[in-house]
T-cell receptor, first 117, second 113 residues
């Protein structure tokens, strides 16, 4: 079974530019999550999709961030315009069902390392 | 709001020895889940071990075991017989509801041959 994949693995952009990150979850996983780790700090939740619907986007920092999951398959996270504080590692995770009540877990991708100069 | 604290930014262990990583958390909930994730350098994060709060028995997965102290809100990870492949960042995480994990800041484990 292929794992969660993310593209690109690294991205270096200048302040004010736009960057789009992509996540392909494990096939059959309805739940898709985005997290972010800013340098030296905790991994923070950004948002959660169930299929194509946003279930929880309480962690999105501001309206410069836009996440989509067209057709309930892969997801994209666009940052426009990027700011210096957006630098960090962006993780995507997926799960088949909800964590609670079952032996379910979130499977993580390798992350995209974003550097905004 | 729930918080997770890992007080050790880095731990070093000799190969074949044992190392214990600390994790404390703050919650008012009684039913929740705790996890330890491992992220090797430049690789994806993988689940090491999982503990349901309603279970008194500490979870164990091969050389990895936890010491879950619910009253103290402590969830430490013990790595026994450390191997070079154990070198990684280790993240403690909490889950209650809503499908989002709350993570600690991570502990880097270095294994010396």
């Amino acid at each position: 079974e292929a794992g969660v994949t993310q593209f690109p693995s690294h991205s270096v952009i200048e302040k004010g530019q736009t960057v789009t990150l992509r996540c392909d979850p494990i096939s059959g996983h309805d739940n898709l999550y985005w997290y972010r780790r800013v340098m030296g700090k905790e991994i923070k939740f950004l948002l959660h999709f169930v299929k194509e619907s946003k279930q929880d986007e309480s962690g999105m920092p501001n309206n410069r961030f836009l996440a989509e999951r067209t057709g309930g398959t892969y997801s994209t996270l666009k940052v426009q315009p990027a700011e210096l504080e957006d630098s960090g590692v962006y993780f995507c995770a997926s799960s088949r069902g909800p964590i609670a009540g079952a032996q379910e877990t979130q499977y993580f991708g390798p992350g995209t390392r974003l550097l905004v100069l | 709001a729930q918080t997770v604290t890992q007080s050790q930014p880095e731990m070093s262990v000799q190969e074949a020895e044992t190392v214990t990583l600390s994790c404390t958390y703050d919650t008012s909930e009684s039913d929740y889940y705790l996890f330890w994730y491992k992220q090797p350098p430049s690789r994806q994060m993988i689940l090491v071990i999982r503990q349901e709060a309603y279970k008194q028995q500490n979870a164990t997965e091969n050389r990895f075991s936890v010491n879950f102290q619910k009253a103290a809100k402590s969830f430490s990870l013990k790595i026994s017989d450390s191997q070079l492949g154990d070198a990684a960042m280790y993240f403690c995480a909490y889950f209650h509801a809503g499908n989002k994990l709350t993570f600690g800041g991570g502990t880097r484990v270095l294994v010396k041959p």
